[in-house]
């Protein structure tokens, strides 16, 4: 079974621009969830997509979106970046089910944003 | 109260000996608890993982002691080898809160020849 794929690996972007990751999951997971990784903050939840629907959202400005697409693939975006937006932005996948149980997430390699 | 508290920051182990990684919580509607290993340039693997009607699940070399009671967890790694040099994260899940994770700060792992 293929793994988390993520795209691209790597970006450099400049300040006040706006980029769009992707992720497609597991085949067969209907969960994604989006992670931003900083040395300073660790690994904090973006949100998480289930069926097209977000049904889950950390604490991060409006500024960073996602959506999810009807084979489960999706895509995060953040306008207007700012420098402190650097970081390793992971996805992961689930089986998971409309009952909010938790299942057990694999992760993607990430995509390294750097803002300049 | 949705912190997960994670030490030491980082542990140097020599090879064949035993490294044990602590994790610390205050939720009590967290109820599935899985640790993570980290590569540079890679993304976290999924390494074990507990609930907590369970006091201890062992994996091959890795083992998850749970005190639901202290409310800690604990990640030991048995005859730990070189290859195991990695970040380590431990993390938290609440059951109605679908595919959320809540992270501990990571522990970087050195095991000596």
């Known amino acids: 079974k293929a793994g988390v794929t993520q795209t691209p690996r790597y970006l450099i972007k400049t300040r006040g621009q706006q980029v769009t990751l992707s992720c497609s999951p597991i085949s067969g997971h209907r969960s994604v969830s989006w992670y931003q990784q900083t040395p300073g903050q660790g690994l904090q939840f973006l949100f998480e997509y289930f069926s097209e629907t977000q049904r889950n959202k950390g604490n991060f400005p409006g500024r960073f979106s996602g959506r999810q697409f009807s084979n489960s693939r999706s895509e995060m975006n953040v306008s207007t970046l700012e420098l402190g937006d650097s970081a390793l932005y992971l996805c992961?996948?689930?089986?998971?089910?409309?009952?909010?149980?938790?299942?057990?997430?694999?992760f993607g390699q990430g995509t390294r944003l750097t803002v300049v | 109260q949705q912190q997960v508290k994670q030490s030491p920051q980082s542990l140097i182990v020599q090879k064949g000996g035993i490294s044990i990684i602590n994790c610390a919580y205050e939720?009590?509607?967290?109820?599935?608890f899985p640790w993570y290993q980290q590569f540079p340039g890679k993304g976290p693997a999924l390494l074990i993982a507990i609930r907590p009607d369970v006091s201890e699940k062992k994996e091959g070399r890795f083992t998850i002691s749970f005190n639901k009671s202290a409310k800690q967890f604990s990640l030991h790694i048995m005859d730990s080898q070189p290859g195991d040099s990695a970040t380590y994260f431990c993390?938290?899940?609440?059951?109605?809160?679908?595919?959320?994770?809540?992270f501990g700060q990571g522990t970087e792992l050195s095991v000596k020849p």
């Open positions: 993390a938290a899940s609440m059951g109605n809160q679908g595919g959320k994770l809540i």
């Open positions: 992961a996948s689930s089986g998971g089910t409309r009952d909010l149980l938790f299942a057990e997430a694999f």
């Open positions: 939720n009590t509607a967290f109820d599935y």
